[in-house]
């Protein structure tokens, strides 16, 4: 495939030599490569099937326009059985300016599929009886990172129309990824369906209280437009875009992420890949507490100016700013931070 650099126009200029923070967010997208590769392996058939099929059924326009993700992290469960369900959406979306993906999403009935999909909490020992829907036109899946139960018998690929559950205990606190497992896993994780669970300890001091947000880091490679992703760039692990929470540097300007000075901040970290790494990092802030894979005192980490994650692996970082301002956070890995792995922090409601 072509130099996605050199289309792509991404900027992020400047940082090293202190250029305005507006520019840390000026994210935009070029045309698409025109040489679209053909799928000649096993698995690149598969693709070219799923391409096939995909682009046999209507092409949707975006149903809105972008809103941000809500990165807050929702509150602490409060009941011990989860009754969660999911449907499949495969449809257009937003990802960047003027950049859509034909994205396949989960999301909760009556709800919009967004990339990531619902984050979900719930609380060490708790029970969750999952059901997916498949409404969409492809065998999908579910795989949940935080249960201990068997692939062969829970994880299976649900045709169109059917109805899968499947229940297990959270017995192990941490960040988890979920996501289906149709082969190419490569592809459908590509495509979207990815998301996050939260299972918090069940011994609350571990997190006291904080504000709290959600960041799942994503890399996307989406096709032309209307067209799902790009699998050549897919196997090549050369995206188009890196996002946090699904769209690129979507933290920024008005919408940049409220903090106080002297607060503390705790931020549950996903790298949901497919297939980058994630070096979150906040610039300005160091992280004072870390849990990386499971919540737990033998996993905390004091001290900290980088979280690395490899694709999947979950993390809950904490920081407090001792002086007014802004505090952008990237992937520093600047390489995906041009890709749009990029928000900021604000004291002030100010980003610039
Ligand atoms: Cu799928």
């Keep these: 495939m072509a130099n996605n650099i050199t289309r792509r126009q991404v900027m992020i200029g400047g940082l090293a030599v202190a250029a305005p923070l507006a520019a840390l967010g000026a994210v935009g997208c070029g045309d698409d490569d025109d040489s679209a590769a053909a799928a000649t392996s096993g698995s690149q058939d598969h693709a070219a099937e799923t391409t096939a099929a995909v682009e046999a059924g209507p092409v949707v326009a975006p149903r809105a326009p972008h809103t941000p993700f809500p990165a807050e992290a929702p509150p602490r469960s409060t009941t011990r059985v989860h009754t969660i369900e999911f449907e499949v959406d495969e449809h257009l979306l937003e990802i960047a ?3 859509t993906m034909l994205a396949w999403t989960f999301n ?3 709800e919009p599929g967004r990339i990531p999909g619902p984050v979900v909490r719930v609380t060490e020992g708790d029970r969750v009886d999952f059901t997916l829907r498949n409404t969409g036109t492809l065998q999908h899946s579910m795989d949940f990172h935080a249960a201990k139960i068997s692939w062969s018998r829970h994880y299976g690929p649900v045709d169109v129309g059917e109805t899968a559950t499947f229940s297990f205990t959270a017995k192990i606190p941490g960040v988890f990824m979920y996501h289906c497992g149709v082969p190419p896993v490569l592809l459908h994780i ?3 369906q990815q998301g996050t669970i939260i ?6 001091s571990l997190l006291p209280p904080a504000r709290e947000f959600v960041i799942v880091q994503t890399d996307l490679y989406p096709g032309k437009n209307g067209e799902i992703s790009d699998f050549a760039q897919l196997e090549a692990a050369t995206p188009e875009l890196v996002v946090f929470n699904g769209y ?5 300007g008005k919408d940049a992420l409220k903090i106080k000075k002297g607060e503390r901040v705790r931020v549950f970290v996903q790298n949901a890949g497919p297939s980058r790494w994630s070096a979150f990092h906040v610039i300005g802030a160091l992280f ?3 849990f990386l894979e499971g919540i737990y005192p033998e996993n905390l980490t004091r001290g900290s ?3 690395n994650l490899s694709p999947s692996q979950g993390a809950v970082v904490e920081f407090t700013v001792e002086e007014e301002g802004t505090y952008p956070f990237v992937s520093h890995d600047f390489h995906d931070a041009t890709k749009g792995a990029l928000g900021l922090f604000t004291t002030n409601g100010e980003s610039t």
């Design 97 to 99: 300016p003027d950049r």
């Design 288 to 290: 004072d507490r870390v």
């Design 190 to 192: 590509g495509q979207g």
């Design 248 to 252: 690129a540097s979507q933290y920024t």
């Design 108 to 110: 909760e009935p009556g």
């Design 199 to 204: 299972v918090d300890p069940a011994d609350e």
């Design 305 to 307: 100016q980088t979280l």
